[in-house]
């Protein structure tokens, strides 16, 4: 309104003064052209800190939202922010937290100083940073670290205990497979005695039984085969004897 005041009064004095200049003219023949005033400027549109930017290309307009940092700065965003490509619009709570801890002005001296290529692991540094610093407010990255250093110590203890149980009940399996190995073999040495033993018996019964013996021992050899087939180790006592032999003395 003021503007519009000054502009008005502006006029009116400009042309006053052609009143005075037309007065003062002598009279001529010609007429008098009066100069057209200027037209009035278009009013200006202030723009907000918060307002978004815009960026005019081959005649379209495109708007674009400011960004996170400088929504949260209250500032106006330009078209070259340092901040703009690493905090969007959209995650606010990014910068809030790297804000927070490091300060805005710290944040762009480090992405000024450094080149375009390393801005994006040092921005995610900072905020991986802030929220280790958030959570332990007296470590920060270091407690992070030590935790983790921790579970490493644990779960390689519990891998060597496993290791060690491992390795112990693979010797008990070797040494039972050793045993059964062994108690195999000493079965099939006892096994090769026995039918030595029968050949030798076999062959003293018909030497001595004469024709008779050899029907008698090889009925005597077929029982023995049975009986050593069937695996019964009591076939060599006589149960007769064994029982005659625990009768009490006072019967």
């Given at each position: 309104?003021?503007?519009?005041?000054?502009?008005?009064?502006?006029?009116?004095?400009?042309?006053?003064?052609?009143?005075?200049?037309?007065?003062?003219?002598?009279?001529?023949?010609?007429?008098?052209?009066?100069?057209?005033?200027?037209?009035?400027?278009?009013?200006?549109?202030?723009?907000?800190?918060?307002?978004?930017?815009?960026?005019?290309?081959?005649?379209?307009?495109?708007?674009?939202?400011?960004?996170?940092?400088?929504?949260?700065?209250?500032?106006?965003?330009?078209?070259?922010?340092?901040?703009?490509?690493?905090?969007?619009p959209t995650d606010p709570c990014k910068f809030t937290k790297a804000h927070r801890v490091f300060g805005a002005a710290n944040i762009i001296k480090l992405l000024q100083e450094l080149p375009e290529l390393k801005r994006v692991d040092a921005v995610n540094s900072l905020v991986y940073e802030a929220n280790a610093r958030l959570r332990d407010p007296v470590y920060g990255c270091a407690g992070a670290i030590s935790r983790l250093q921790d579970q490493i110590s644990?779960?390689?203890?519990?891998?060597?205990?496993?290791?060690?149980?491992?390795?112990?009940?693979?010797?008990?399996?070797?040494?039972?497979?050793?045993?059964?190995?062994?108690?195999?073999?000493?079965?099939?040495?006892?096994?090769?005695?026995?039918?030595?033993?029968?050949?030798?018996?076999?062959?003293?019964?018909?030497?001595?039984?004469?024709?008779?013996?050899?029907?008698?021992?090889?009925?005597?050899?077929?029982?023995?085969?049975?009986?050593?087939?069937?695996?019964?180790?009591?076939?060599?006592?006589?149960?007769?004897?064994?029982?005659?032999?625990?009768?009490?003395?006072?019967?």
């Amino acid at each position: 309104m003021e503007g519009k005041d000054r502009n008005s009064k502006k006029q009116l004095l400009k042309t006053m003064m052609n009143l005075k200049n037309i007065r003062s003219a002598p009279i001529t023949g010609q007429p008098v052209q009066f100069p057209l005033p200027p037209p009035p400027p278009p009013p200006p549109h202030p723009q907000s800190p918060t307002s978004p930017r815009s960026t005019a290309s081959s005649g379209l307009v495109t708007v674009v939202s400011p960004c996170a940092a400088c929504k949260i700065l209250r500032r106006r965003c330009v078209e070259k922010c340092v901040l703009a490509p690493y905090f969007p619009p959209t995650d606010p709570c990014k910068f809030t937290k790297a804000h927070r801890v490091f300060g805005a002005a710290n944040i762009i001296k480090l992405l000024q100083e450094l080149p375009e290529l390393k801005r994006v692991d040092a921005v995610n540094s900072l905020v991986y940073e802030a929220n280790a610093r958030l959570r332990d407010p007296v470590y920060g990255c270091a407690g992070a670290i030590s935790r983790l250093q921790d579970q490493i110590s644990e779960l390689k203890a519990e891998l060597a205990r496993t290791q060690a149980e491992l390795a112990r009940t693979q010797a008990e399996l070797a040494r039972t497979q050793a045993e059964a190995a062994n108690l195999q073999c000493e079965n099939s040495n006892s096994i090769a005695l026995i039918y030595m033993e029968m050949e030798k018996f076999n062959q003293a019964t018909a030497v001595a039984g004469g024709g008779g013996g050899n029907c008698n021992s090889a009925v005597f050899q077929q029982q023995q085969q049975q009986q050593y087939a069937m695996m019964d180790t009591s076939c060599f006592l006589d149960e007769s004897n064994l029982s005659s032999g625990w009768e009490p003395l006072w019967a």
